[in-house]
């Protein structure tokens, strides 16, 4: 059980958008701004693709979006592209005691 | 672009000490306003925090692995490294090694990291 919610998988067609979620408490998501969002593909080392909740990376796509809204932050891909297709997971603050957590991934599927 | 890369061995023995160690390249273990992490992954399983050592030594620690972890540093081999004694089955894992960017004291996100290494825990 992780500590961050995450839908298992997500899917969509070559230029629509989608959203993935990812749902945490009060203790972490809902009170720092230190949501980061990061793109995993297989055999390879996670990269970095959102941080502080908005922003992104030298380098990255701007087709990648980062928003929160109480306890739930988003990333949203846009005009979505065959290379998207990967595991994308979400990070948080949680707190002096807890340090970080981690949501627990979500599929992306490219149609 | 840091870059990091994980080594130990891939299977160890029940209640012996998992051993990694962290090698650093482009960048340097004791640059400022960075700490050097340990996470892990079991497998189907989200990602679970292990620890974090700074340049100077100090560590903290996910207190539910505190009693068996220890995280250490060594700056002339720009390493750093990872003991986890009293391992069960529990322990199996793919475990990363990451740079965390510290902005005024707080953990702001994972810049670099290793490509994980799996370790199984088995007799």
């Known amino acids: 059980q992780s500590a961050l919610t995450q839908p298992a998988s997500v899917s969509g067609s070559p230029g629509q958008s989608i959203t993935i979620s990812c749902t945490g408490t009060?203790?972490?998501?809902?009170?720092?701004?230190?949501v980061s969002w990061y793109q995993e593909h297989p055999g390879k080392a996670p990269k970095l693709m959102i941080y502080e909740v908005t922003k992104r990376p030298s380098g990255v796509s701007n087709r990648f979006t980062g928003s929160k809204s109480g306890n739930t932050a988003s990333l949203t891909i846009s005009g979505l592209q065959a290379e998207d297709e990967a595991n994308y997971f979400c990070?948080?603050?949680?707190?002096?005691?807890?340090?970080?957590?981690f949501g627990g991934g979500t599929k992306v599927t490219v149609l | 672009q840091v870059q990091l890369q994980e080594s130990g061995p891939g299977l160890v023995k029940p209640s012996q000490t998992l051993s990694l160690t962290c090698t650093v390249s482009g960048g340097s273990v004791s640059s400022g306003g960075y700490n050097w992490n340990w996470i892990r992954q079991h497998p189907g399983k989200g990602l679970e925090w292990i620890g974090y050592?700074?340049?100077?030594?100090?560590?903290y620690y996910n207190p539910s692995l505190k009693s068996r972890v220890n995280i250490s540093v060594d700056a002339s081999k720009n390493q750093f490294s990872l003991n986890l004694n009293s391992v069960t089955a529990a322990d199996t894992a793919v475990y990363y090694c990451?740079?965390?960017?510290?902005?005024?004291?707080?953990?702001?996100?994972?810049?670099?990291w290793g490509q994980g290494t799996l370790v199984t825990v088995s007799s």
């Open positions: 009060s203790s972490d998501v809902g009170s720092y701004k230190l």
């Open positions: 990070c948080s603050y949680a707190g002096s005691r807890t340090y970080v957590v």
């Open positions: 990451a740079r965390c960017t510290i902005a005024m004291a707080f953990p702001n996100f994972f810049e670099d």
């Open positions: 050592i700074y340049s100077s030594g100090s560590t």
